[in-house]
C-alpha cells in the first residue's frame, strides 16, 4: 500500500506540474518561462521513470517479462530520457547555459 501510495502521490505531482507548464508554453517565451519550460521536461521524464521502477520494485522481477505491459513501459520511460532532441543532459547543459549568460554572452 505504501508504494502504491507514493506512485500515486508522484503521479499527482507530475501532472500537476505537466498541465500548469502547458496552460504556460507558447511562441518565444520568456527566458524565466522557457526555464520552467526545460525544468519541468526534465522533472517530468525522470519521474516517468521513477514510476516505472516503483511498480517494478512493487510487482516484483516477474512484472519484466517482455508480454507483459510493464516493461514496455519501464523500457519507454528510460529512452524519452536518453533520446535526442531532448536528452537529459542536453537539458541540463541548456539549463545551465541558460542560467548563468544571457542571448550571445560568451566566457571569454
Avoid at 524565466?32 to 526545460?38: C, E, N
Avoid at 516503483?54 to 516493461?71: D, F, N, V, W, Y
Amino acid at each position: 500500500q505504501m508504494a502504491v501510495a507514493e506512485m500515486r502521490i508522484k503521479l499527482e505531482q507530475t501532472r500537476a506540474l505537466f498541465l500548469q507548464n502547458a496552460r504556460d508554453a507558447r511562441v518565444d517565451p520568456d527566458r524565466d518561462t522557457r526555464m520552467r519550460l526545460y525544468a519541468a521536461h526534465y522533472t517530468i521524464m525522470e519521474s516517468a521513470n521513477d514510476l516505472a521502477r516503483l511498480a517494478i520494485r512493487t510487482c516484483g522481477g516477474q512484472s519484466m517479462m517482455k508480454h507483459l505491459p510493464l516493461e514496455r513501459l519501464y523500457r519507454d520511460s528510460r529512452c524519452g530520457a536518453l533520446m535526442l532532441p531532448w536528452t537529459a543532459e542536453l537539458i541540463l547543459d541548456r539549463m545551465g547555459r541558460e542560467t548563468l549568460y544571457e542571448a550571445g554572452e560568451k566566457d571569454e
